[in-house]
């Protein structure tokens, strides 16, 4: 089990540029989940995948968020025309559904800073 | 709306001694509920789960007690060690529309537990 790995782990840019983060899920895993964590507050979902189908996006994932996982393992995690609010920790986390409660294993998460 | 409230924002022990970490909730369709410590620079880990029809969970030096008709949750920690040190999470989940794992974690904000030598 090499955990759920992020990268990168800290990204910097500028207000209206386009970012891309890449999760890589416990190979096991077919459940992979994207959340959100600002300052001061717990993680918020953001929207969450099963195998390659993306199965519900939250009302915090706006049109300039997108996210896909091709083939089932890896996601990527697009934000189009950034803004100083998308400034956030996102964390992506996975899970297998062969049990009921399968508690969700999280990365280190990717720090996003817009400046 | 909190769904999931932790109205302690820190919480400061001594080493060897309890720590008791409180969790309120009001969705009465969560019927699954998990802590989570996470360190700085980490992402949260997964640390002990309860469900709904259990009032207690215990694992090593941690357990969780659940309180339904009180919407209430706590973590107790004994005895508590300077590595205990995290903010712990307490989160939620309800049962999905197809009656299987839910995947939609419900945080709350967080306790920042120091415990000191």
């Known amino acids: 089990d090499t955990g759920v790995s992020q990268d990168p782990r800290h990204k910097i840019t500028k207000r209206g540029q386009n970012v891309t983060f890449r999760c890589d899920p416990i190979?096991?895993?077919?459940?992979l989940y994207w959340y959100r964590q600002t300052l001061g507050q717990g993680p918020e979902f953001l929207t969450y995948f099963q195998n390659e189908a993306q199965l519900e996006k939250s009302r915090l994932l706006s049109d300039r968020f997108s996210a896909e996982r091709p083939k089932g393992s890896f996601s990527t995690l697009e934000i189009q025309r950034t803004e100083q609010g998308d400034s956030a920790m996102y964390l992506c986390?996975?899970?297998?559904?062969?049990?009921?409660?399968?508690?969700?294993?999280f990365g280190n998460g990717t720090r996003l800073t817009v400046t | 709306d909190q769904q999931v409230k932790q109205n302690s924002p820190s919480l400061s022990v001594q080493e060897g001694r309890i720590s008791i970490l409180n969790c309120d909730y009001t969705n009465s369709m969560f019927d699954y509920f998990l802590w989570y410590k996470k360190y700085p620079a980490e992402g949260p880990t997964f640390l002990i789960s309860?469900?709904?029809?259990?009032d207690k969970n215990e694992d090593g030096r941690f357990t969780v007690f659940l309180n339904k008709s009180a919407k209430h949750l706590s973590l107790h920690i004994v005895p508590s060690q300077p590595g205990d040190s995290a903010v712990y999470f307490c989160?939620?989940?309800?049962?999905?529309?197809?009656?299987?794992?839910?995947?939609?974690?419900?945080f709350g904000k967080g306790t920042l537990l120091t415990v000191n030598p």
């Open positions: 989160a939620a989940s309800a049962k999905g529309n197809s009656g299987g794992s839910n995947y939609k974690l419900t």
């Open positions: 309860i469900s709904s029809i259990k």
């Open positions: 190979s096991e895993h077919n459940r």
């Open positions: 986390a996975s899970s297998y559904t062969g049990r009921r409660h399968s508690p969700l294993h």
